[in-house]
C-alpha cells in the first residue's frame, strides 16, 4: 500500500501545529510562574537576523496553509501577520488548524504530479507536487516548528522532545 499525499502532509501540519499550541501553553505558564512579561519569550529570536517566536509561528503557520493549497489548487485563508500576543497566536493556530480539517483527500488525488510554482527571492521555482511537498513546505514548515520551540527552550521554558513530537 502506498501513501497519499494527503496521508503525508494535512495529518503531519495539524499534528505538529497541536503540537506547537501545546510548546506555547508551556510557555504561558512559565512567564505566569516566573512573573516575566511575556513580550521577553514573544519577541525573543535565536539571532538577530532570524524571525521573532511571533514571526516563526506565523510562518509555521504559512507554510502548512500554503502548501495544503497549492496542493489542493484551493484559496488559503489570509492571514495579516498581526499577532503579538499568546492568545492571538493560539487563535492563528487554530485558525490554520481548521483550514487544514477542511482539504480532503479528493482535493489532494492527483497532486503528486501536478506543477506548483511559487516565487523563491524573486525567482520562479517549479516543482512536481511530490517534490513541493518533500523538499520544501515539510522542510520550511518544520523548520519553523523546530525554530519556536529552540527560541522557548532557550527563554527556559521547561519543554522537551516528547513535547516537540507530542507524545
Known sequence: MSL???QISIPVF????????GLLDKAIAHAEENKLDPDTILTARLFEDMYPLTGQIQRASD???FGAARLSAIQPPSFAD????FPQLQE???KTIAFLETVTPEQ???SAEREIVIKLRGNETKFTGQAYLLTFALPNFLFHITTAYD???HKGVKIGKM???GF
Do not use: P, V
Not at 498581526?82 to 500576543?85: H, I, K, M
Open 4 to 6: 497519499t499525499m494527503h
Open 14 to 21: 495539524i499534528r505538529a501545529l497541536k503540537n506547537l499550541s
Open 63 to 65: 507554510a502548512a496553509k
Open 82 to 85: 498581526e499577532e503579538t500576543t
Open 92 to 94: 492563528r493556530i487554530a
Open 108 to 110: 489532494l488525488a492527483g
Open 151 to 153: 527560541i522557548l527552550r
Open 163 to 165: 513535547d516537540y513530537l
